[in-house]
């Protein structure tokens, strides 16, 4: 089992930055695929970004235009997410996820169902 904590929410205004963590435990392993997706009010959990086991290679929604940056560092088992430029509609709880499919089919990376394991979730506020 693996257990998945995310931190680095809060409120920002329009604009500013937040960079969130999620922290890997338990029976981790090197080529978990992880992924960052988002759920706002009312809405349905959309796929934010997500990354390889080996941190070569990421993937984004076209939505965000770069916006966001994911990185990992498999040494300490953690995963980024740098968002810049927020904006009010970036409102949501952020979820982390690890997964195994996305290894042996790389269209996983972008559904929640290439993804085993799901944190607990961490609020981003953006306010206008």
Do not use: H
């Not at 981790?28 to 349905?44: C, L, V």
């Amino acid at each position: 089992q693996v257990q998945l904590v995310e931190t680095g929410g809060g409120s920002v205004q329009a604009g500013g930055s937040l960079r969130l963590a999620c922290a890997a435990s338990g029976r981790t392993w090197s080529y978990y695929a992880m992924g960052w997706f988002r759920q706002a009010p009312g809405k349905e959990r959309e796929f934010v970004a997500a990354i390889s086991g080996n941190g070569d290679n990421t993937y984004y929604v076209d939505s965000l235009k770069g916006r966001f940056t994911i990185s990992r560092n498999n040494a300490n088992d953690t995963v980024y997410l740098q968002m810049n430029s927020l904006k009010p509609e970036d409102t949501a709880v952020y979820y982390c996820a690890a997964g195994r499919k996305p290894y042996y089919s790389g269209s996983y990376y972008y559904t929640g169902t290439g993804y085993d394991y799901w944190g607990q979730g961490t609020q981003v506020t953006v306010s206008s």
